[in-house]
C-alpha cells in the first residue's frame, strides 16, 4: 500500500512539473488571461497571466488514477474514479465560467444562480451514488468524540449538499493570492494520505486519489507560487473544492471539514459578514476588503500589509497544524 501511494504522488508531482512547462506557453498563445477585479489595484501588474492552470494537477491525478488505481479498478472497485469524476464535473463548471471570462475579456463568468444550480445537482448525483455503492450512510460521524449519530436520510441529502456546495465555493474564494489555495489545500490532501496509512488497505483506494492529488497540487505549485506564472483559475479552484469535500464524504467524515477546512471557513465567513454588515449598516465594513486575505494584504486592522508569500506561509502554517489536530481525533476509528 505505501509503495501504491508514494507512486501516485510521484507520477502526479512528475507530469504536473513537466506538463506545466509546454501548457503555460501554449495557454500565453491562446491568450487565456486572468482578468484581475478593478478594486483589487494592487494586482494590476498580473494581469496577462494565464489561467486554467488546474488542468495540470486535474490530469496529473487522471493519469495516477488510471495506472496506479488500475489494478483495483479490474478487483471492481471504483471509488477513487468516482470521486474523480464527481470533481471533474465541478471542474467543467470552473472551465465555463473560465471561459465565459476569457471571451468576454472581464472578470464576469457564469451567473451565480447558473453556478449554484449546476453545483446543487451535481452534489445531490454524487451523494445519491455514493449512497447506493454503500461509501455512505445516513449517519453523521462526530470526531474526536469517535460517536455516530443516525439522521433520517432526507436530511443527510440536505446536509450534504449544503457541504458540498459551501466548500467548493470557501475553496474558490481562498483562490486570490500566488499559491493560497494550492498551500491551504496540500495539509489538506496530506491528512487523507495519513488516514489511509492508519486505517488500512479498505480505504487504499481513496489514498490513491488523495496521494495523486497532493503530487499533482505539488507540481503545480512550482509555477503557481509567487510570483505566479499560471493561476488555477475556476477550472481549478472549483475541482479541487470538489476534490476535497468529496474525500470528506467518501471517508464518511463529513464534519471534519469543520477542522481541516479551517482557512477556508475563515474566508467565507469573512465574505458573509462583510456583505451583512454592509447592508445592515449601510455602508460601513468589519474588513478592509474580502475575503480574509485582501483584509490582511491591505493592512487589516493593524497596520501590517501581509505580502502574498507571507499569506502562503500564513495560510499552510494554519491549515497543516489543523491538519494535524482533525488526524488525531479520527486517526482511531477504523486504525489497523
Given at each position: 500500500m505505501t509503495i501504491k501511494l508514494i507512486c501516485s504522488f510521484i507520477l502526479s508531482f512528475l507530469f504536473a512539473t513537466g506538463f506545466g512547462k509546454y501548457y503555460i506557453p501554449w495557454l500565453h498563445r491562446q491568450k487565456a488571461n486572468q482578468e484581475i477585479k478593478s478594486e483589487v489595484t494592487w494586482h494590476k501588474s498580473k494581469s496577462g497571466t494565464p489561467t486554467m492552470g488546474?488542468?495540470?494537477?486535474?490530469?496529473?491525478?487522471?493519469?495516477?488514477?488510471?495506472?496506479?488505481?488500475?489494478?483495483?479498478?479490474?478487483?471492481?472497485?471504483f471509488v477513487h474514479l468516482f470521486v474523480f469524476l464527481f470533481a471533474l464535473v465541478f471542474g467543467a463548471i470552473g472551465f465555463l465560467d473560465d471561459w465565459e471570462k476569457?471571451?468576454?475579456?472581464?472578470?464576469?463568468?457564469?451567473?451565480a444562480g447558473m453556478k449554484f444550480l449546476l453545483q446543487l445537482s451535481a452534489a445531490l448525483v454524487f451523494i445519491f451514488l455514493m449512497r447506493r455503492i454503500g461509501f455512505v450512510r445516513p449517519n453523521l460521524y462526530i470526531p474526536f468524540v469517535g460517536t455516530t449519530v443516525p439522521i433520517p436520510e432526507w436530511l443527510y441529502f440536505v446536509f450534504a449538499a449544503f457541504v458540498i456546495v459551501g466548500t467548493v465555493n470557501a475553496v474558490n474564494l481562498t483562490d486570490?493570492?500566488?499559491?493560497?489555495?494550492?498551500?491551504?489545500?496540500l495539509p489538506v490532501c496530506l491528512f487523507f494520505v495519513?488516514?489511509?496509512?492508519?486505517?488500512?488497505k479498505d480505504f487504499l483506494e481513496l489514498g490513491i486519489f488523495a496521494?495523486?492529488?497532493?503530487?499533482?497540487?505539488?507540481?503545480?505549485?512550482?509555477?503557481?507560487?509567487?510570483?505566479?506564472?499560471?493561476?488555477?483559475?475556476?477550472?481549478?479552484s472549483l475541482f479541487l473544492g470538489g476534490a476535497v469535500a468529496a474525500m470528506a464524504f467518501a471517508y464518511d467524515m463529513p464534519l471534519i471539514l469543520v477542522t481541516i477546512g479551517i482557512m477556508y471557513i475563515i474566508e467565507t465567513l469573512s465574505d458573509i459578514i462583510q456583505v451583512?454588515?454592509?447592508?445592515?449598516s449601510h455602508g460601513k465594513r468589519v474588513f478592509k476588503m474580502a475575503p480574509f486575505h485582501h483584509h490582511l494584504e491591505m493592512g487589516g486592522w493593524t497596520g501590517k500589509k501581509w505580502s502574498e508569500k507571507e499569506l502562503f506561509v500564513l495560510f499552510t502554517g494554519i491549515s497543516l497544524l489543523f491538519a494535524v489536530i482533525s488526524f488525531i481525533g479520527v486517526f482511531q476509528r477504523y486504525a489497523m
Open positions: 488546474g488542468v495540470m494537477f486535474i490530469l496529473g491525478v487522471l493519469l495516477s488514477i488510471l495506472t496506479i488505481g488500475f489494478p483495483s479498478m479490474m478487483q471492481g472497485k476569457i471571451k468576454n475579456a472581464q472578470n464576469l463568468g457564469l451567473t486570490g493570492v500566488d499559491g493560497l489555495a494550492t498551500g491551504t489545500s495519513a488516514v489511509t496509512f492508519a486505517w488500512g496521494s495523486a492529488l497532493l503530487g499533482g497540487l505539488m507540481g503545480f505549485l512550482v509555477y503557481n507560487f509567487n510570483p505566479a506564472k499560471v493561476f488555477m483559475g475556476d477550472t481549478g451583512g454588515y454592509f447592508k445592515l
